[in-house]
């Protein structure tokens, strides 16, 4: 791979790869794959990005190497393989796939454990009578270790699962869990419960800058672009271009809309007997907006959608700046 170019790694496989190809191509990124067996590819519409196609661990840990710039991996993978996640990456944007908590679940026979408490109670009962430790399967030993010490739960050994963890207790092989769950089913199935202070983590896919990679002037440039397509089409998504005309001021309306309903002024027009504008609201307050208006004299109200919404200053780049000090 070029050292000049920004190295962006996506999933290579799975719901997660249709997900993360999705995403960029809502925001005019295609992602494209090289011929041949298909580990490398482009983002077309972006000079200067290719794109490595890796599981989604090993982009948690090329990350962290700084081998790529980009990453879009789970943030529970972050937690459990970094040894320093915090100075080592930024997670810049949640997308909005790829949900998965990191929980911990005991048998739900267990009717007295309802809290990461009553866990303790459990685990210290049971080296007690036993002189045992209560075992916990699992494949999140870093997550698991700091949320049990958090918790005061020191009396547990964990056990490491290689294989379907929820059925380690079944099994015989441990009697609780630390495990991911989209929807709890495969759990209840399991005769599985999770504890009510027993979720660790609430992850979903994000897109990930690295801190430790070499951030060229070229690297950076690609950035730029690519963190303004996404800001601008996040920000279409959940906003709308409001437009009016009435026989009100068109600067005071502006200022109106922009104090009670949090719209950025576009266009204020005054002509002889009122006004025109156009503002950006947030989707949930159009119909608000659209009310004011109304009153105000307004006969019609227009509210459209636009495929991007540029603004003055993208959040997201400056967010990346700071974090590499630049």
């Given amino acids: 791979m070029s050292t000049n170019k920004l190295i962006l790694g996506l999933p290579s496989k799975g719901r997660l790869q249709e997900n993360a190809s999705e995403f960029f191509k809502r925001a005019g990124l295609t992602v494209s794959k090289n011929g041949g067996r298909g580990y490398t590819g482009t983002l077309k519409g972006v000079a200067d990005v290719e794109i490595a196609f890796l599981s989604a661990s090993e982009i948690a840990g090329n990350l962290e190497q700084g081998t790529i710039h980009f990453g879009v991996t789970g943030e529970d993978l972050i937690r459990e393989k970094l ?20 929980v911990v679940a005991v048998p739900q026979s267990w009717i007295d454990v309802d809290k990461m408490a009553d866990l303790d109670d459990v685990a210290l009962a049971f080296h007690a009578k036993g002189g045992k430790r209560l075992r916990v399967a699992t494949k999140y030993f870093n997550l698991t270790r700091t949320f049990f010490a958090d918790h005061g739960v020191n009396d547990y050994r964990i056990v490491e699962s290689l294989g379907a963890t929820e059925g380690a207790p079944a099994a015989g092989s441990a009697e609780a869990i630390v495990d991911i769950t ?38 950076l440039s690609a950035a730029r672009v690519i963190l303004d397509r996404l800001d601008a089409r996040d920000r279409a998504e959940s906003h709308m271009l409001v437009t009016a005309r009435g026989p009100f001021d ?3 309306m502006a200022e109106d809309l922009d ?17 025109e504008v156009r503002v950006i609201c947030p989707t949930a307050q159009v119909q608000a907006v659209a009310d004011h208006l109304r009153q105000a004299g307004a006969e019609t109200v227009t509210a459209s959608k636009a495929d991007y919404l540029f603004a003055a200053q993208n959040v997201l780049h400056n967010q990346l700046l700071q974090r590499l000090g630049r």
């Fill in 250 to 252: 068109a600067a005071n």
């Fill in 182 to 219: 989209s929807t709890g089913a495969t759990l209840v199935a399991n005769s599985l419960k999770i504890l009510d202070d027993g979720v660790i983590l609430k992850s979903e896919a994000n897109l990930i800058a690295s801190l430790n990679a070499d951030w060229t002037q070229s690297s």
């Fill in 83 to 102: 040894a320093a996640p915090d100075t080592s990456v930024e997670l810049l944007l949640k997308l909005g796939f790829g949900h998965a908590d990191v």
């Fill in 259 to 275: 104090r009670h309903y949090q719209c950025a002024g576009d266009t204020a027009v005054q002509f002889e007997g009122g006004g």
